[in-house]
């Protein structure tokens, strides 16, 4: 029998993909995606756009890869619920290992639950500005942003709280990106409590804040408290987070991750970066002290240096082109993030470097500011 014509099969001709855009559902073609920032991958740079850590991790985190790479372990599946990590965090945040969920980056955490939580045609809440992913996670999952303004002073109006049809989740990131600002520990509980769905509060930057959140956790079930290694670890390169909940929220939210979505190499990084106190305390602490020089330099130069509680500051120039600024510092091999809000503003975010990158930066700056 002679092949079937396409005139034959209109429902096969209807999803053929003949080079234009493939048959993705609309709302995915119509997605704007994330845009990390610029990582290049050749030449000389002093990259100070995506807040790494500017220290090679702890030396424990090497040793620990080889030891895993040992012998046939890299030829069996992981642990699909990285227990040793899930045991250590536990320990350190006095909580019980059921309490913490791993996953490949906290971008992961964070797409586990806008996918357990939030249904196509339901409501995402996010302050603005803020993290870019969280409105992508909801494009993705067809759902819709709703997005609450932070006011002058980075403070979140009691509007965040309000109930609203459809409402399944709520994110807020604290210390935010890209201000560096943190909201009030009881304030977040309150909106905790008057919310009508789970709040996720996204720390990836905590560890360089004075405060955080984790227990909030046990003070209200609807708390989420989201975690990163990426930075106050120096393991954005290897990709590991986790989120901290009730018991009963992690078994529901293990159903949804991909079934190994921690690798064997690294949840035993993971596991020897958290158990290296001492490198996290000395690290972080470097790290603070350029961040207070940083933000007195920018202010001497005439930024508006917004205080930050995390490992970047954002700064603002009452006369300067903040694009302009960017792109002759990226000239010079010199990346910051240049991040322009709609109804908001723009401004710069710097990553707190090493001290050598940001007196290059400081003076190449400076120079720049004559010029412009």
Known sequence: MAPASSADSPADSDNAFSGGTPPVRPDIAALAPYIPGEQPQGGEWIKLNTNENPYPPSPTVAEAIREAATGRRLAKYP????????????ELLGVEPDWILCGNG???????LVRSFVGQGESLRMPYPSY?????????????????????????????????????????????SPSGTVLRKEW?????????????????????????CVDLVRACEKVIVTRSLSKSYGLAGLRFG?????????????K?????????????????????????????????????????????????AQPSQANFVWCTHPQKSHKAIYEALKAEGILVRWMNFPSWGDGLRITVGT???????????AAILQRL
């Open 242 to 254: 986790f989120a901290v909940a009730r018991p009963e929220v992690i078994t529901q939210l293990t």
């Open 256 to 304: 949804v991750k991909d079934s190994y979505n921690c690798d064997t190499l690294s949840i035993a990084a993971a596991t020897a970066a958290v158990t290296d106190t001492g490198w996290l305390t000395e690290t972080r602490d470097k790290i603070l002290a350029t961040r207070k020089r940083l933000e007195a330099a920018l202010t001497n130069l005439g930024f508006l």
């Open 355 to 365: 001290d050598e990158e940001i007196d290059a930066f400081l003076a190449a700056v």
């Open 106 to 112: 906290s971008d992961d955490i964070l797409t586990i």
């Open 132 to 176: 870019i992913l969280y409105r992508t996670l909801a494009g993705i999952q067809g759902a819709r942003c709703h997005e609450v303004s932070f006011e002058t002073d980075w403070s979140l109006s009691p509007a965040f709280a309000a109930s609203r049809d459809g409402l399944r989740l709520a994110v807020i990131p604290n210390p935010n």
């Open 188 to 212: 977040l509980l309150e909106v905790a409590e008057q919310l009508p769905c789970p709040l996720v509060i996204d720390e990836a930057y905590a560890d360089f804040a004075e405060t955080d």
């Open 79 to 90: 642990d699909p619920l990285a227990t040793s990590f899930r045991v250590k965090m536990a």
